[in-house]
């Protein structure tokens, strides 16, 4: 017989380390296809268990009349649709940016709130959409986590049951703009003797910026916060490319015809 090549030794615990090599990474294959299909698990789980949620919450198909109710109690008189184009985008701007994402997106986006705010000790996952807004406005709840995933949950039930112009309506309608004045109808003729669709883009941005704090705002009481207030409103509607930058300062500099009562 021939002698043996003499490269042939050190060949063995070149094959066992490859071996031990091959062995570890089907080690770690297994692991990450036993960890993929234990997260896909507990993401249907969490999907079905989000959905008996949802299926428990009341209904909102009385969301409309609703608000209906909130103008009749305080004078108002609601706006039809569409809601008016400049109000309308200055009130997406400043508070809810994402608000004309497909309905799956909204899902998705209450999924992960009502996520946070499991998670979170104080329940309150911040930055409320506009439906979350809406959902507490017309649907009173307790506060605390049991109060939050209602929100949450309903505004995801109103998304799924009214188109966005229907919704973007019905929060027009029923938030308070401060002086009395519930509603866009009267919050336009009230401070500026116009209807909600002849308003300017500074007009619109002011009425905009009260929702959040219509007394901390007050352009009577308070014109400096008002107008500071204006400006944030004018930078979001840039942002969300509504207004060209300067634009918007054009807008900042024109006068507020407020009507002085």
Not at 23 to 45: D, M
Request: no cysteine.
């Amino acid at each position: 017989m021939g002698a043996m090549p003499s490269d042939a030794a050190p060949r063995g615990p070149v094959i066992r380390r490859l071996d031990a090599g091959r062995r570890r990474g089907a080690r770690i294959r297994r692991r990450l296809l036993i960890a993929g299909a234990a997260g896909l698990i507990a993401i249907l789980i969490l999907a079905v268990a989000g959905f008996v949620y949802l299926l428990s919450l009341r209904g909102v198909g009385d969301a409309e009349a609703r608000v209906r109710r909130i103008l009749a109690e305080h004078g108002g008189v609601p706006a039809p649709l569409p809601p008016p184009l400049k109000l309308g985008n200055a009130v997406v701007a400043v508070e809810d940016e994402n608000f004309h994402a497909n309905v799956v997106v909204n899902i998705l986006d209450g999924a992960g709130r009502a996520a946070l705010a499991a998670l979170q000790t104080s329940g309150d996952p911040g930055g409320s959409t506009i439906g979350q807004q809406l959902a507490k406005r017309l649907y009173p709840h307790s506060g605390g986590l049991g109060g939050t995933l209602e929100e949450i949950g309903l505004a995801v039930k109103l998304s799924t049951r009214f188109s966005k112009a229907q919704i973007l309506n019905m929060y027009l309608n029923s938030a308070y703009y401060g002086n009395g004045y519930w509603g866009e109808v009267a919050a336009a003729h009230g401070y500026f003797g116009v209807s909600p669709r002849a308003l300017t883009w500074g007009e619109a941005a002011l009425l905009a910026g009260l929702l959040q704090a219509p007394s901390a705002y007050d352009p009577e009481r308070h014109p400096a916060l008002a107008r500071q207030r204006q400006r944030h409103v004018l930078d979001q509607l840039v942002d969300n490319h509504d207004l060209s930058p300067a634009r918007a300062a054009a807008v900042f500099r024109e006068r507020l015809p407020l009507r002085r009562r």
